[in-house]
């Protein structure tokens, strides 16, 4: 099987649960089901602080990212209270969307993640979504960046996966792993992991 790369960014006040599901989902693809999907962490410093406060040492920082060598970018969403928005709107991280996007790479994105999507310019007239609850005020939110928003819990449009809130995360996650291998082999992690 050929290596696949995926690199996770971890932007100031991600959500710890939406981070941890693309390591899990990956890393049972790869050590119990023999796929070479390699993940690597992110962030714009080597110590990024959660949502709740929790540290990640990362693999690299966003300068030593080349896009060349990955084929998915994943992004957990995050708490605009704690800065979320501080990092995820930097235009260093909406340059590495654009790139991603421009070569047809994955982009997967959980609940506000798909906040800096949208920003980039990437998802402009294309279907995606976000946080639903709220009376639907961040998915109108959205729909201010030129999103077709869809109030679902999983949108797929091409190569650009978004999602609704944290319980859809691993959806994301396997939805994402299903592009990098195929729908029979997610099906068989999935099972495997309980789902």
Known sequence: MENKKVVVFLAKAFETMEFCTFID???WARVDYGHNIIVD??????????????????????????????????????????????????????????????QGKIIAAVCSGAFPVAKSG??????????????????????ELGVNVVNEPVVVDGNIITSY?????????????????????????KKAMGF
């Open 122 to 143: 990437v998802l402009q007239n294309r279907k995606g979504t976000t946080y639903h609850l709220k009376n639907g005020y961040w998915q109108n939110k959205l729909k």
């Open 41 to 102: 962490t992110c962030g714009f410093t080597e110590k990024v602080i959660s949502t709740f406060n929790v540290p990640v040492i990362v693999d690299r920082t966003i300068e030593e990212i080349n896009v060349d060598e990955y084929d998915a970018l994943a992004i957990p969403g995050g708490f605009g209270e704690f800065g979320f928005y501080e990092e995820a709107y930097d235009e260093r991280f909406l340059k590495l969307i654009k790139e991603f996007n421009a």
């Open 165 to 189: 809130c944290p319980e859809t995360a691993p959806k994301v996650a396997f939805e994402l792993l299903k592009m990098l291998t195929s729908e029979k082999e997610m099906e068989v992690i």
């Open 25 to 27: 989902v990956l890393g």
